[in-house]
């Protein structure tokens, strides 16, 4: 096996899964350090053909790669609506182009199969299968291995894949200059391991977040079975893989005004933490991106369920206490 010798072991922990294609791929969460709309990449001259642009991330200059050109998959043309995973190994941060995230979730070992016969040439080093569907494990260190390889430039004209319209071009650039505006962030020898890893999300117009160490799985669509006398701020249950797991409305729990009630009905996206031993779905109104952001910028409010706030690109976020909300004692007696 290449890369880190740990990599399987690291494999048995949450995921962010996605596709390209008609395939699903996942990477493991410790690795990602964010995700985000295709910006406008630069290509200077040719690149090798695994990498598709190069985009200045905070302060650095990383490569961009599409894996189909690893996997001997066609490469169809790229549009606005592509998101990058942005990943870090000990040694180098680079980005991964995807058709679409699907969200987190945890990888059960049982239903991991490690494939045979794997060189420092393979990108894949393991599928997991559940419920008639397959991920295909990513190693980013077999990736970070090819990149320090000469790869003979791609037989494809690589800008002629990305939207060339004046909108496409606008909209692209608009995020490449939200990008640099975070670099002012400056990255200094060991300061990765400053940061703290966030998933943010809506309730009504306000952003909040969550420490990735609390998220068990991330899903975009709920199905919620209500149960009969049980508080306002428990919305129900939904059946995970055969367990069940009780949501919190938390706009309900934490009385923040609901603003319009008929956008309350309906398949909500939620996340599922873990903490205490106990499980539990936050309902929210819309799950944004995943991203690191310095502590030492983290202003520490200390107040009942919130336990900090910063403000990026303008916008304020606040971070929710996690731990206060799942040992609250409401919480606690209707746990299900």
Known sequence: MIGNENYIEQNKNNHLCFLLGNSRYAVNTSNVLEIMKLPALD??????????????YNNFVINIVDIRFYLDIEVTSYSTDNELIIVKTDETIFGIITDKILGI???E????DTIPFVDNKTIIDSIYKQNQETAFIINIYSIENRLKQTIKSADI???????NDEASQNLMRERT????AKSRFSIISGELHAKKKLISFNLNNDLYCIPLDYVKEVIKDTSVTSIPGTPEFIE???????????????KEFMNIKQQDKQSENGKKPAIIVSCNE???????????EL????????????????????ILNDIPYTILNVEKICTDKKVVITDM
């Open 278 to 288: 106990m499980d539990i779905a936050f309902l929210t109104d819309k799950i944004n």
């Open 177 to 180: 200059a939200a990008i640099a």
């Open 43 to 56: 290509y200077p001259q040719k690149l090798p053909n695994n990498i598709i642009g190069l985009l200045k």
């Open 291 to 310: 991203f690191e952001f310095p502590e030492d910028k983290i202003k520490d409010t200390g107040d009942g369920y919130y336990a900090g706030e910063f």
């Open 236 to 250: 129900g249950i939904i059946n995970l893989r055969g367990d069940y797991t009780t949501v919190l409305n938390l």
């Open 109 to 112: 070992s049982s239903n991991i």
């Open 157 to 163: 004209d690589i800008p002629s894949l990305f939207p």
């Open 105 to 107: 979730i945890p990888l």
